[in-house]
């Protein structure tokens, strides 16, 4: 049976690092995967549409994991098959391994109810 190399790597906030080297090394990387036929898969904390974002100006059709792991995504086209596990999203399937945020602002809201605590919002997304 052969083997696939898969590159796996994690996509921090680079905002910092505005160093010119430090690009033309990651492109001859990017460069070296590609012509000889290594996927690379894109871990970050960042959301979905951020690393979509990222994806489509790499060029990049392979799956990636987002929000510290939370979800795996498949992009339509990159495997001949759908885990069970999948459940259909935009542009391919997405397997999650945590819980929705809407779930788990419910359950906050609930909780704290219960014991009559308040809930002081400190996000955009928070309940």
Do not use: W, Y
């Amino acid at each position: 049976m052969a083997r696939q190399i898969v590159v796996v790597t994690d996509i921090q906030d680079r905002s910092s690092e505005t160093g010119v080297h430090s690009l033309q090394d990651e492109s001859a990387g990017l460069d070296f995967l590609i012509a000889h036929g290594i996927p690379l898969v894109i871990r970050s904390r960042r959301t979905r549409a951020e690393i979509e974002r990222l994806r489509r100006t790499l060029g990049l059709l392979t799956p990636f994991i987002s929000e510290h792991g939370s979800a795996l995504f498949l992009p339509r086209g990159c495997f001949p098959f759908v885990s069970d596990g999948a459940k259909p999203a935009l542009g391919g399937e997405v397997i999650a391994f945590g819980k929705p945020h809407q779930e788990i602002a419910n359950g906050l809201i609930a909780a704290c109810r219960e014991v009559k605590a308040d809930i002081v919002p400190v996000g955009s997304g928070d309940p």
